[in-house]
């Protein structure tokens, strides 16, 4: 059993080393343009209750990986787990005043749950929400099935809403996809 463990921690290891390496930082022309854009939207602004579970395609640094997260806001918190192999690897709470996250000690420590939690809102607040909270030098802007984030008019990240509740988030500034298949619950 012990045995059985320790391998399963060790492909654990392996899998989240190699998540990081596919969606490692590309250090951007500018080095003084921010990692994250800042947003910490309440909950409650999302305007209503959610429960999804979600399996997900991580593409990039020409590997591709896969997890499932389960993902639940209400109007007073915003809830994830993510799991790989039916095992906790990462739980991120946000109450709408502080982002608290719990990793397993294998994860590794650039794996950020701000970038994540930013994520979660380009893609599921509403765009009036999200024009109101952006840095002034942010836009997005929302067409009928994807959303377009910009930093001074250089395009950051595209959102493509698919038919059966799928996503694709492509980062082009970190070169990296995420395709998201949720389960409403």
């Known amino acids: 059993m012990q045995r059985i463990r320790l391998l399963l921690i060790s492909v654990l ?21 921010p990692e994250h854009i800042g947003l910490l939207l309440s909950p409650a602004s999302l305007g209503k209750s959610i429960s999804l579970q979600q399996h997900m395609t991580v593409t990039g640094g020409g590997k591709t990986h896969e997890l499932d997260t389960v993902l639940e806001i209400d109007p007073q918190q915003l809830n994830l787990v993510g ?7 990462m739980t ?3 109450d709408g005043k502080t982002l608290t996250t719990w990793k397993d000690p294998h994860v590794p420590a650039q794996i950020n749950s701000q970038s994540i939690l930013e994520d979660i809102e380009l893609t599921l607040w509403p765009i ?10 942010w836009h997005i802007q929302q067409y009928h099935h994807y959303r377009m984030l910009y930093q001074n008019h250089m395009l950051i990240e595209k959102i493509d809403y698919l ?3 799928t996503v694709i988030i492509h ?6 996809r995420i395709k998201i298949q949720s389960v409403i619950n």
């Open 13 to 33: 290891a392996l899998f989240l080393t190699l998540l990081l390496t596919a969606c490692a930082t590309v250090h951007p022309v500018n080095n003084t343009e």
């Open 83 to 89: 799991l790989l192999f039916g095992r906790r690897f």
């Open 92 to 94: 991120i709470h946000y």
């Open 128 to 137: 009036n929400i999200l024009h109101q909270s952006l840095p002034f030098d």
């Open 163 to 165: 038919k059966n509740n």
């Open 171 to 176: 980062n082009y500034r970190y070169q990296y």
